[in-house]
């Protein structure tokens, strides 16, 4: 074990030379191979496995963990953040609290924010997921918003079945896109939508049933309180 700690010592320091900024020499865990561009700054507790590689100006906060993934330049990754066998492209912003799993790619100025996860699907450039969501098997388009809440319904029980997000579709919160499915170029889908079948290019499409308000309704009644009547 302490040799382990000196061989990932050395490799920080030998980080730290070449001009990045690593926040504490012992709080971080290079356990396969980092490259990095320059002006790279790494916080504590950040662990590092297999092939990474950070490009120029990348910052990553602490306690984030990075395996055999691809960071471009400019690109933030905010604390406690995963990524894994992922690409991100460059001036991203990715966390805090965010999980990247293996086949993700991320495009260029793409937001992906608290909560946040991926799983073995392509975004687009300038794409906003930004809290609790969870898109997988899905390959979306440029200038999209994902709402809060929403999900990709991938698995029919048997596999996992592909969603389409065309470009600058808005997604509202809280939407089920059942897979397979697409959502054609410049749609938006209300909020609280279970989206079943493919949504037509450039329209509103809301599913949900309506607000129904029941005005002679008594309310359920406790048994304690039934019980005390009684008496």
Same mark, same amino acid.
């Given at each position: 074990?302490?040799?382990?700690?000196?061989?990932?010592k050395r490799k920080?320091?030998?980080?730290?030379?070449s001009g990045v900024?690593?926040?504490?020499?012992?709080?971080?865990?290079?356990?396969?191979?980092?490259?990095?561009?320059?002006?790279?700054?790494?916080?504590?507790?950040?662990?590092?496995?297999?092939?990474?590689?950070?490009?120029?100006?990348?910052?990553?906060?602490?306690?984030?963990?990075?395996?055999?993934?691809?960071?471009?330049?400019?690109? /933030? %990754?905010?604390? @406690? !953040?995963? $990524?894994?066998?992922?690409?991100?492209? &460059?001036?991203? *912003? =990715? +966390?805090?609290?965010? #999980?990247?799993?293996?086949?993700? /790619? %991320?495009?260029? @100025? !793409?937001? $992906?924010?608290?909560?946040?996860?991926? &799983?073995?699907? *392509? =975004? +687009?450039?300038?794409? #906003?997921?930004?809290?609790?969501?969870?898109?997988?098997?899905?390959?979306?388009?440029?200038?999209?918003?994902?709402?809060?809440?929403? *999900?990709?319904?991938?698995?029919?029980?048997?596999?996992?079945?592909?969603?389409?997000?065309?470009?600058?579709?808005?997604?509202?919160?809280?939407?089920?896109?059942?897979?397979?499915?697409?959502?054609?170029?410049?749609?938006?889908i209300g909020s609280?939508?279970?989206?079943?079948?493919?949504?037509?290019?450039?329209?509103?499409?809301?599913?949900?049933?309506?607000?129904?308000?029941?005005?002679?309704?008594?309310?359920?009644?406790?048994?304690?309180?039934?019980?005390?009547?009684?008496?």
């Amino acid at each position: 074990m302490g040799d382990l700690k000196e061989i990932q010592k050395r490799k920080a320091r030998k980080l730290l030379k070449s001009g990045v900024e690593i926040l504490d020499l012992d709080k971080i865990e290079i356990r396969g191979k980092l490259r990095c561009g320059k002006n790279v700054e790494i916080g504590t507790n950040v662990i590092i496995e297999g092939d990474v590689v950070l490009g120029s100006s990348v910052k990553v906060e602490s306690n984030t963990i990075i395996i055999s993934s691809n960071v471009g330049d400019k690109t /933030k %990754i905010k604390s @406690f !953040s995963s $990524i894994k066998k992922s690409f991100v492209g &460059k001036d991203c *912003i =990715i +966390g805090p609290y965010a #999980r990247l799993r293996t086949g993700s /790619k %991320i495009g260029n @100025f !793409s937001q $992906i924010g608290s909560f946040v996860e991926i &799983k073995n699907s *392509i =975004i +687009g450039s300038n794409c #906003r997921i930004n809290h609790m969501a969870f898109l997988g098997d899905a390959k979306l388009g440029r200038d999209i918003t994902i709402g809060a809440g929403t *999900i990709t319904c991938n698995h029919d029980g048997v596999g996992a079945c592909k969603t389409i997000i065309e470009s600058g579709s808005y997604i509202g919160s809280n939407v089920n896109l059942v897979a397979p499915v697409k959502v054609s170029a410049n749609s938006t889908i209300g909020s609280g939508s279970t989206i079943t079948t493919n949504v037509p290019k450039g329209k509103l499409t809301i599913a949900r049933a309506r607000q129904t308000t029941i005005s002679n309704w008594k309310g359920p009644k406790s048994k304690k309180i039934q019980k005390h009547k009684n008496l």
